[in-house]
């Protein structure tokens, strides 16, 4: 091998090597054309090569000088009014991403809306000892101090609860059901203690049977704890439904925004794919918009942005 | 059962001292990796085990009957109709809603209406690694290039052993069942280099991968068009280490696990991003499924055996399939084509013969392998990118170039650093530490891994995200 020095110089060690972080074989077999030894060059081919290399270097390097660092006079500050946190587990991730897309491309909410992502992965209301949902909606809410709030929770909740002292409920125990509705009532009232206004998010069907039956289950749970709560603040919204009426039934494909037949649930069965996350935007959007003006928030209607319900 | 999970740790503590316990009974011994291997399959679903035993029966009976058959009409038909039914059931599960839904798109936009039902059945997870090993054993048996086995264990050991079942490497019938033959031989073991590619395997997936994937390029994924130029650039090359630090983690712990029961594996990976052509990536990347592709696929289309136009249609044939392998998306599609043009435009170039040695000048190199990674980088947004829209946004906004700022925090650029260290650390300083852990004490050898382990466990973020290649 004759790199000796420069910035390839490590390519000639994979050579004697057995494997290593990336590869895998004893007998590991390497292209002999690169670790091959090159050529000797004439001057002439030398200079051309380094010649070559200079040259799409420097015409790599083009846009970063057509382009000044941080075009900071493009960057004009938005001005913010309305703080909205989308906060539980993955499925809310759905609704910030489908959200996010949507006000991006209105220009006249874009400069109304701060959207707070506060999704938390493989996390729910049963195990406190993974994330403690309702000290940490708690966090959220003297961090981020949203106007509104949209949770979404539930899906990774058929399991042994453990609360916030670490007191463990086994899944299938007959105070299992208790225990959780325990939780949701701590929950929502973390969310509601700032004022903001709370949206939850019902579950939406599910394409496994068992799944389906617990997220109708959730849902249930959901509407009975906010109504024993009782809170002008605290609202549940019906999950998007593909067909609008009852009951949905699970489909992983369906008609998107633009009319066409595309994928909008993932393959979980779960979740939803890009396009159904538009679809779940435009289903939300209005509900937000509804429950701000409903509020007393003066919220800027713009011509493109999906009607609100009682504007249809 | 995700390997970096509590759950399969406390499987394998089961499974390995009772595979050395019942090695000197090989048939038992295979009975119960079988019996682990399907234990470990229903954790995801039960009813799923039925498809893997029936593919795997109805693949061992094919077999049976394609090696008393002789060449003839007979045995031809008996061939494809394996073929077909292995390839069926992956279409069936796979691809049947994206054909359908591409389908009526087309009609309608010609002016038809139509109604076409859709399936509502979860994807089988692992389905197209199976289907590959499935289909690996019945070309080599058609070919002659092994003998059907008699043991329907065999097979159901074959395509059910859990250190590949899910996401690869494809391990190739003939090295396999050779294996299986008699009682493995502890010696054979390469302890040091088992444990630490288990160790470096979780480093790279539950630290880089997961936190890459969850503080910086999923969000850029989700909403390119939010971004500034800059972030989709970083974006761009955040995926390119995610994917290789999630996948080839899958793979060193699927080996490593494989070898600590006594059994080999391929090499999947060999520091891909050290390619400096198309060609030399796919000959370091996934390395069981391109030298599948090449030996099932692109051989029997003719490889470079038919002329020069014939050889740029079988590797565009190849690259599209293997593309489309990936998942029932257009944009799978679009990135095997992408492949596909860059080997060939490689081959068209490389005939011409011209200026090898400067070619071979270190300067050129480096230059190669600029290219090389800045293709393959801009290629992984296709792969990942959810939707046309998607990477249509993040082109667009990328070539704007409207904001050069940027949102990496200084945490995920040393997430950046670990992950780019995979590919520059020296292999030697593995091989050296691998020595000193064979050397070492049997304290010292238990100790290692309990605290390697503790420290990522530690270190984790909360919940693991799922293998990027199980979608596949």
Request: include cysteine.
């Amino acid at each position: 091998m004759v790199y000796r020095s420069g910035t390839i110089a490590w390519m000639g060690r994979l050579r004697r090597s057995r494997f290593g972080f990336g590869g895998v074989s004893a007998t590991a077999r390497f292209d002999g054309t690169f670790f091959r030894r090159p050529a000797k060059l004439t001057t002439g081919q030398r200079r051309i090569s380094w010649r070559l290399a200079g040259a799409a270097g420097a015409v790599l390097c083009v846009p970063l000088f057509l382009h000044p660092i941080a075009s900071a006079a493009e960057t004009h500050e938005a001005n913010v009014t309305i703080k909205i946190a989308f906060a539980g587990d993955s499925l809310v991730d759905n609704y910030w991403a489908g959200i996010t897309r949507l006000v991006a491309a209105n220009p006249c909410p874009k400069i109304t809306f701060e959207l707070g992502r506060f999704a938390r992965n493989s996390t729910g209301l049963a195990r406190g000892d993974r994330v403690y949902w309702p000290r940490e909606i708690r966090r959220i809410n003297d961090k981020f101090k949203p106007t509104l709030t949209v949770i979404s929770i539930g899906l990774n909740d058929r399991q042994f609860i453990v609360d916030g002292k670490g007191a463990r409920t086994a899944w299938g125990a007959p105070e299992w059901s208790d225990k959780y509705r325990h939780e949701i009532m701590e929950f929502f009232e973390g969310a509601i203690a700032s004022d903001a206004i709370v949206l939850v998010m019902g579950l939406p069907v599910m394409r496994d049977r068992v799944a389906n039956a617990d997220a109708t289950e959730k849902d249930s749970m959901f509407m009975e704890a906010i109504n024993a709560i009782g809170a002008p603040n605290l609202h549940y919204v019906e999950p998007w439904k593909l067909s609008g009426s009852e009951p949905d039934t699970f489909s992983s494909y369906g008609r998107a925004k633009n009319g066409r037949i595309l994928q909008i649930r993932s393959p979980d069965g779960e979740h939803f794919a890009t396009d159904g996350e538009d679809l779940l935007a435009q289903y939300l959007l209005p509900v937000i918009i509804g429950s701000l003006k409903e509020a007393g928030f003066s919220v800027d209607q713009c011509p493109n942005m999906p009607q609100t319900k009682a504007e249809n | 059962m995700l390997f970096p999970t509590i759950d399969f740790a406390l499987f394998f503590a089961v499974v390995f001292p009772i595979t050395w316990l019942l090695n000197g009974y090989n048939t038992w011994k295979k009975c119960f990796l079988v019996a682990a291997s399907y234990f470990f399959y229903a954790f995801w679903r039960l009813d799923f085990t039925l498809l893997l035993f029936a593919s795997s029966l109805g693949n061992y009976l094919m077999a049976l009957a394609l090696g008393r058959l002789k060449d003839g009409a007979a045995r031809r038909t008996l061939f494809w109709a394996a073929i077909a039914g292995n390839l069926g059931l992956l279409g069936y599960f796979k691809y049947y809603n994206f054909f359908v839904a591409s389908f009526v798109n087309a009609l309608e936009a010609i002016g038809f209406k139509v109604e076409i039902g859709f399936i509502e059945v979860a994807l089988p997870i692992a389905i197209s690694f199976v289907t590959f090993h499935a289909l690996s054993y019945i070309i080599d048996v058609y070919r002659g290039v092994l003998k059907p086995t008699t043991s329907l264990l065999d097979i159901l050991f074959y395509i059910s052993f859990f250190p590949h079942l899910i996401a690869g490497p494809i391990v190739r019938a003939n090295k396999f069942l050779a294996q299986t033959v008699g009682p493995r031989d502890p010696a054979n073991i390469r302890l040091g280099q088992s444990i630490f590619l288990i160790l470096g395997g979780l480093f790279k997936k539950v630290i880089i991968a997961n936190y890459l994937s969850t503080n910086f390029v999923d969000d850029i994924f989700r909403d390119p068009a939010a971004n500034s130029s800059l972030d989709l650039i970083f974006g761009m090359y955040g995926y390119s280490l995610l994917i290789y630090c999630d996948f080839s983690a899958y793979t060193d712990i699927a080996i490593g696990v494989a070898n600590l029961l006594g059994y080999e594996f391929p090499q999947n990976f060999n520091y891909p991003y050290r390619a400096i052509s198309v060609q030399d990536f796919w000959r370091r990347w996934h390395m069981s499924l391109s030298s599948w592709l090449r030996d099932y696929l692109y051989i029997p289309l003719g490889g470079s055996r038919f002329g020069t136009l014939a050889t740029f249609r079988n590797i565009m044939i190849t690259m599209m399939l293997g593309g489309l392998w990936h998942g029932a998306s257009w944009n799978f599609l679009l990135w095997g084509g992408l492949h596909g043009a860059a080997l060939v435009i490689e081959r068209a170039f490389g005939q011409t013969g011209q200026a090898d040695a400067v070619r071979r000048s270190p300067a050129a190199t480096a230059l190669r392998w600029f290219v090389t990674f800045q293709f393959v980088s801009v290629a992984w947004v296709f792969f990942r990118a959810s939707s046309t829209d998607t990477w249509l946004a993040y082109f667009s906004t990328l070539f704007s170039g409207a904001n050069w700022s940027t949102s990496i925090t200084p945490f995920v650029a040393v997430i950046f650093v670990l992950g780019a260290l995979s590919h520059i650390i020296p292999p030697r300083w593995f091989e050296t530490w691998e020595a000193r852990y064979d050397r070492a004490s049997l304290p010292v050898k238990i100790l290692v891994p309990f605290v390697v382990i503790f420290l990522i466990s530690v270190a984790a973020p909360n919940g693991i995200a799922p293998f990027i290649y199980f979608q596949f």
